[in-house]
């Protein structure tokens, strides 16, 4: 562990990228004492730039606070972040594991399923499952995670095919243990550090997918979202840029320290590709 | 031979392509049967504005009082005659509002893709090139800005700076409204109004390009053919040019691919920022009056349309590179 905090602790960018990281989770969790009340409610008189008022970012075309709207989204885009990205990982690894270690008919048809999902839009899929069903925090994190799950497929196919040729694969198999538990016991834990990265990029792109989804005001409509901030700023920019800047500035803060955080990631759980990498560049 | 070759790598190819259609139907029926309610009453809307008589017309195209195979043989045969169903909204059938808006989403995504590709490119070489140096660090920190930005907000801030601000750039539709524009005129129109919708969707992808190319250009600049290159004394210009550019173009092409899909579904985002009249704004319209015959559409039309493009990489792919078995 120590040794890892080590390798992570090398690349800058992943520290800054962790610390930014801790902060927007911190501003989620204090939302409720830092803005008490919904963030749907009248803070102020409308079109107040930022700093009037006592308003930090301004307030929006109904006299909402820009800055209790942000603090409270955060809460919601890292939910949505973490939870469409623990369905997916749990579709992709699934598939994936009986791909690669199963092989032959299986693999042929997990693979071509998941090249038909690779294949499709999934911007536009992912408006379709929305919009048919009805948008809600459910329907939203439902349909990012159809769209992201297959490149973890992919990526524990490839693992699980490689490891399942090991000699400490073949010794468990000797010993009479269960598929079952050769998949969960043996192969898994060995393939994660590549799984560990990807979700963690994952996120990032679940976020990012999040606020389109309810910038064109697929979010859910009781709940408060950075997409949607900026969605309702569109049309009045010319009279309030900060309605649509902040909440962008936010976005993209929490989506960037996740990319930094998961190539920190990537560099301490495999120290010889970081080394070849840092030897390159 | 080698044509019959080539012929024959087009057929599997489209054959593959043509199974991946099918399923997008298959995929657009169970789509609309996995809703809740009533299949009819789902695409009609919730809002009421359906009639009886468009009720009855959708579970004609549907065959809803058959059973579920028979439905899909129904629907499944309406779509590949290019029946997209109508759209009781806008009263008109839905293909042809696609194929309407097609040009513009062609012309948007079109210009797009060529200024990422090659400022992408540009901009990767130059930075593998110059590799460790404040110049690789500025390129790399730019494509990670982009690569983590939102791209309708991109859109909304270079609309706020080029157009609010400073005036330069039109930030809505396609063409001047009511100006009276002949000839060239029209052209430098148009060009204007697509500098910034362009603009939004390449900067992502010129990203990614950027650092697709660094990272392949790295790895061959490695390899024994290059060095070999060198120890016979080609000039390095031509090295990096004829050796190195041209086979780390070979992974950038089948991105581009891959990439098609989400090029399309980004210009949903960008039409709806610049109220470019495509496929992308009228998905947004169908969108606000819950017009799921457009929707079902738009994702039909845009499938096909990667389906296509992936067509056309693979022959490219194919010619370029002669070591790829075009048995595949």
């Known amino acids: 562990m120590k040794d890892f905090w080590r390798r992570y602790r090398r690349n800058k960018g992943a520290v800054v990228g962790l610390a930014v990281l801790l902060l927007v989770m911190l501003m989620a969790a204090t939302a409720p004492l830092l803005f008490p009340g919904s963030p749907w409610d009248m803070a102020s008189a409308p079109f107040m730039p930022p700093g009037e008022m006592g308003m930090l970012l301004g307030t929006d ?29 749990l579709v992709g690894v699934s598939l994936g594991a009986v791909a690669g270690y199963l092989g032959g008919f299986a693999d042929d048809a997990v693979m071509r399923f998941t090249e038909f999902f690779q294949t499709i839009p999934s911007f536009v899929l992912a408006i379709l499952l929305v919009a048919i069903f009805t948008p809600s925090i459910g329907s939203v994190v439902f349909a990012i995670a159809v769209v992201s799950w297959p490149p973890v497929a992919r990526v524990v196919r490839a693992e699980f095919l490689s490891l399942r040729g090991r000699e400490f694969v073949q010794a468990a198999e000797v010993l009479g243990k269960s598929r079952i538990s050769i998949v969960l016991t043996d192969i898994l834990p060995n393939a994660l550090s590549p799984i560990v990265v990807l979700s963690s990029l994952m996120v990032a792109t679940a976020i990012l997918l999040e606020s389109a989804l309810s910038f064109l005001g697929l979010g859910d409509p009781n709940l408060m979202t950075w997409g949607f901030l900026i969605g309702s700023g569109r049309s009045v920019i010319r009279l309030a840029w900060w309605m649509s800047v902040f909440p962008g500035i936010a976005i993209f803060l929490t989506v960037l320290s996740l990319n930094l955080v998961g190539e920190g990631l990537s560099d301490a759980l495999n120290p010889r590709l970081a080394r070849q990498r840092s030897g390159a560049a | 031979m080698e044509v019959s070759k080539l012929l024959g790598f087009l057929l599997r190819r489209g054959v593959k392509a043509a199974i991946v259609v099918l399923a997008i139907v298959v995929c657009n029926f169970l789509l609309v049967h996995a809703a809740p309610g009533d299949p009819a009453s789902v695409i009609a809307g919730q809002s009421g504005a359906a009639d009886a008589v468009f009720l009855e017309q959708l579970r004609k195209q549907f065959g809803l009082d058959q059973p579920l195979h028979v439905q899909l043989w129904i629907y499944v045969k309406s779509v590949l005659s290019l029946d997209l169903g109508f759209s009781h909204r806008q009263q008109q059938p839905v293909s042809l509002l696609v194929l309407e808006r097609l040009p513009a989403t062609l012309l948007l995504t ?71 524009l002949h000839g060239i005129a029209v052209i430098w129109d148009v060009a204007q109004h697509l500098l910034l919708p362009a603009l939004t969707l390449g900067l992502f992808y010129l990203a990614v390009y950027a650092r697709l190319t660094r990272a392949t250009m790295l790895e061959v600049a490695d390899q024994d053919f290059v060095k070999t290159a060198r120890a016979k004394g080609v000039p390095e210009g031509r090295i990096l040019r004829a050796h190195i550019l041209r086979n780390a173009l070979l992974p950038v092409i089948t991105f581009a691919g891959i990439q098609a899909g989400q090029l399309l579904g980004g210009s949903i985002l960008v039409e709806t920022v610049f109220a470019w009249p495509g496929i992308g704004r009228l998905a947004f319209e169908a969108l606000l009056a819950r017009d799921y015959p457009v929707l079902l559409g738009v994702f039909f039309c845009t499938s096909v349309m990667v389906v296509l493009f992936n067509l056309v990489t693979d022959l490219l792919y194919a010619i370029i590179d002669p070591r790829v078995e075009v048995a595949g």
Request: hydrophobic residues 60%; glycine residues 12%.
């Open chain 2, 110 to 180: 079109g210009a797009a893709f060529a200024f990422a590709v090659t400022s992408g490119v540009t901009l990767g070489a130059l930075a593998a090139q110059r590799v460790g140096t404040w110049a690789d660090s500025v390129i790399t920190v730019v494509a990670l800005t982009f690569y983590a930005t939102p791209l309708f907000w991109v859109g909304l801030m270079l609309v706020l700076v080029f157009s609010v601000w400073l005036e330069w750039l039109p930030s809505f539709g396609m063409s001047s409204v009511g100006a009276d």
């Open chain 1, 61 to 89: 075309s109904l006299g909402r606070d820009v800055a209790a709207g942000i603090a409270h989204g955060a809460r919601i885009s890292l939910l949505v972040g973490a939870v469409s990205t623990a369905a997916a990982l």
